[in-house]
């Protein structure tokens, strides 16, 4: 078989690897969107090295836009062949592509009016809302740990990576005339102790792994020490500032993890008085399909429902979903937590709260995830004493903090504790993605270091045969 990388090769974005088998069926190992570097994310977007129309499945490990955005580009112009994923990622995938095409054709209707004033001709949408929709007829939803024949040569299982909800290491077995060849891709590796899923399990033994590198280079306060960070933000920005609390977060994941911490808080009675709002139409409908899969959920959180029903729920929560409604909350004047997405900070409703709050000092914006270099949020993080938002140039006079256990993917010690499930000396080949190219020469040194050799690093477009 061959291996090509079309995404997510010494970077963290756009996650698409593609299989050639010998038996000449094209298999695509996840299939995402570049984000988050502006005009050349767009080119990249269209440019597609492949034919979509040549792809026979698509294996995706998770819902994230990075690994699964580009599934509605591809279906538009040709790809008709079977998605293949968890329950879980299915009905993620079904309001996160969705919400993608209507961002695409949004900004394609702003980008067209740049366009016509300079005398040029308007441009289609990456794909529309109803490309999304359509495509997710293709889909077929699989449970954790069950062996599934996807054609007489390939068979492909997913393991829970505790990452996300459903996402999961894609375990592929291809019978080609040499044997059964057994490849692994670990889409993205979550932390050993998540605050609301159960925790990365073994997979099986592997002759060829793909894994990610996002943060190979680092290690990650625990949980409980970031949840007193949380409170101790909480605190300064809305008790003593009297204050905003502006929290950037990805609609899945990390939101319900943010509140699921908040309402640990309140349930200890050591939230302050202070309104908390999720402001996302798809934070909110990413919450209640969080509410259909507790078979997702670790012990504490079964056990917590014993008591509260409801996790993702209390007394000063409210979730918005209107235009109205969000534009409200910037008239508020006193103390706040307003959740919003996107967590990188480049696009959604967050971005209008941060420019009605980012010159104040009594206010905060509060990371909590991975945020690409090129990207906004990555400018704030670095101390820039100005940005620039919707165009306007505003000082950066809040306050910046960052809590990094928030983010869904284990630090380089967690996932090379996680790749231990494999014999070394089993692995013929080991290849790292998704990871900043400087990361990710560390991260392999320290696998090295740990018995694992023949990795490689491979560039955009490399192929390599095995």
Do not use: W
Request: aromatic share 8%; charged share 25%; proline share 5%.
């Amino acid at each position: 078989m061959k291996l090509t990388f079309y995404g997510a090769a010494r970077e963290v974005t756009g996650s698409k690897v593609l299989i050639e088998t010998e038996h000449g069926k094209n298999i695509l190992l996840d299939c995402g969107q570049f984000q988050g570097k502006g005009l050349e994310t767009e080119e990249q977007n269209r440019a597609v090295a492949f034919s979509p129309a040549s792809i026979d499945h698509i294996i995706l490990s998770h819902a994230h836009i990075d690994h699964s955005g580009l599934i509605p580009f591809v279906y538009r112009n040709g790809f008709n062949g079977s998605v293949v994923c968890t329950n879980a990622t299915r009905d993620l995938c079904s309001i996160m592509l969705a919400d993608s095409g209507k961002i695409q054709e949004h900004d394609t209707i702003t980008f067209n009016k740049k366009r016509a004033k300079k005398g040029l001709p308007p441009v289609e949408p990456l794909y529309t809302q109803a490309d999304a929709v359509a495509a997710m007829k293709l889909f077929i939803s699989v449970a954790y740990d069950r062996k599934f024949r996807i054609d007489e040569f390939t068979t492909v299982k997913f393991t829970n990576t505790g990452h996300m909800l459903g996402s999961g290491v894609v375990t592929l077995e291809l019978k080609e005339k040499d044997g059964i060849k057994r490849l692994a891709y670990t889409g993205d590796i979550g932390r050993p102790v998540n605050r609301i899923l159960k925790s990365p399990e073994p997979f099986p033994q592997a002759d060829f792994l793909i894994t990610e590198s996002t943060y190979g280079d680092r290690l990650h306060p625990s949980i409980e020490e970031s949840d007193e960070e949380l409170y101790r933000v909480v605190q300064r920005t809305c008790v003593e500032k009297k204050g905003k609390l502006i929290i950037p977060a990805f609609s899945v994941g990390r939101t319900q993890e943010v509140v699921y911490s908040l309402n640990n808080l309140y349930n200890a009675g050591r939230l302050p008085k202070v309104d908390i709002y999720v402001d996302s139409p798809l934070s909110v409908n990413a919450t209640n399909i969080f509410r259909m899969h507790p078979d997702c959920f670790n012990d504490d959180v079964r056990e917590l429902m014993l008591t509260d029903p409801d996790p993702f729920g209390f007394n000063s929560l409210f979730y918005n979903t209107s235009v109205e409604g969000s534009k409200s909350l910037n008239e508020i004047k006193g103390p706040v937590i307003i959740i919003s997405s996107s967590g990188m900070m480049e696009a959604g409703r967050v971005k209008h709260h941060l420019a009605n709050s980012i010159s104040n000092p009594a206010n905060t914006i509060l990371a909590v995830g991975y945020c690409a270099p090129s990207t906004l949020g990555a400018r704030i993080l670095r101390g820039e004493p100005e940005v620039s938002i919707h165009g306007n140039k505003y000082p950066v006079k809040a306050e910046i903090e960052r809590i990094e256990s928030y983010s869904g993917h284990g630090d380089y010690r967690e996932m090379a504790d996680y790749l231990s499930c494999q014999d070394p000396s089993l692995l013929r080949k080991v290849f790292l993605v998704h990871g900043e190219y400087e990361t990710q020469l560390t991260y392999r040194s320290y696998l090295e270091k740990r018995g694992i050799s023949a990795i490689e690093i491979p560039a955009q477009g490399m192929s390599y045969t095995l």
